[in-house]
């Protein structure tokens, strides 16, 4: 039967943001456009001082990705500089390589310094397109943020208004309880089972596609010993024998080459540093997905081996 808690719910309420992120996002935020905001004025400071064409191209590129062809009207290189630079942030979001729009931006600018415009009459209407594309993220993040805030705000309030009715169901009838596994699920058992249970330098079965997404070796063996560990736990508790040993072998197979040397490209382009080292700075896509692996295991099996002070004197 649901039954209702009889008890002050003011600590239950959800709290009303005041701010659409957090303080350190919004730091990150503040110091990135605080450094762009210098540099579009840098580029724009031969404008303002009417200086020679060739030097208001090279600021006005370095102001905006492509500036300079725009600065010309040369539309379609514009555009493609432009968009080449767009898929640099795509890049960038997709594979960690910080160096990717910065090196996209700049070939943009070196184009626009080596080429000859002694020819090519200045389009008047450039300064104020390039000014309007600077103001974007500004105007843009702001916008994006402020109504993020109102619908956040907005929803905890319509919650809050649920979680302070007096006669609101905090528990329900529990779920229907299977003492055993179906046969779908044993299939899928015997899937992983297979995998897992391979010498640790085998990955056969597994899709090798690319290290760096989500076809990564590193999350297939994440959610098998996942499973494997679920599975145990709640329908296996006293057997170990090969269902141990299968969560054993994947950890070790996280350790293989092939599942971390990801890392020493990753680390490169994304922190400039070249260690290849998996756990040390800021790879919590591997490292605190292992931790997790280690953590299921020793939960559903009670095996210890996997403490921090034994992995160290090992």
Known sequence: ????????????????????????????????????????????????????????????????PGGGCLFYGHGWLFAASFLSFLFGLVLWFGTANALAPPTVWLLTLMMVFHHNH??????????????????????????????????GRALAKKRNEYLSEPETVLSAEPAQTQDELSEEDLAVLRYSLNRALQPVDEFNGFQIIDQIKLAALRYQ?????????????????????????????????????????????????????????????????????LGTMMGAYMSATGDRDYQPRKLLSA
């Open 118 to 151: 002694s020819d090519d009459t200045p389009w008047g209407p450039a300064k104020w397109v390039a000014l309007g594309i600077v103001l974007v993220p500004f105007v843009g993040i702001a916008v994006i943020r402020q109504i993020d805030l109102w619908r």
């Open 221 to 289: 063996l994440n959610w098998m010993s996942y499973g494997l560990s679920l599975m145990q736990y709640n329908y296996t508790p006293a057997f170990h024998g090969y269902v141990s040993e299968a969560q054993r072998l994947a950890i070790d197979k996280m350790r293989d080459r092939k599942v971390w040397k990801f890392w020493r490209l990753e680390n490169m382009w994304g922190n400039l540093d070249l260690n290849p080292d998996p756990i040390v700075r800021d790879n919590i896509m591997y490292s605190a997905y």
């Open 1 to 64: 039967m649901a039954t209702a808690i009889d008890r002050p719910t003011e600590n239950l309420l959800i709290p009303i943001r005041d701010s659409a992120v957090g303080p350190v996002t919004a730091r990150r935020t503040r110091t990135t456009l605080t450094i762009y905001a210098m540099v579009a004025f840098i580029g724009f400071l031969p404008t303002l001082l009417d200086a020679h064409h060739h030097w208001r191209a090279l600021g006005m590129g370095l102001a905006i």
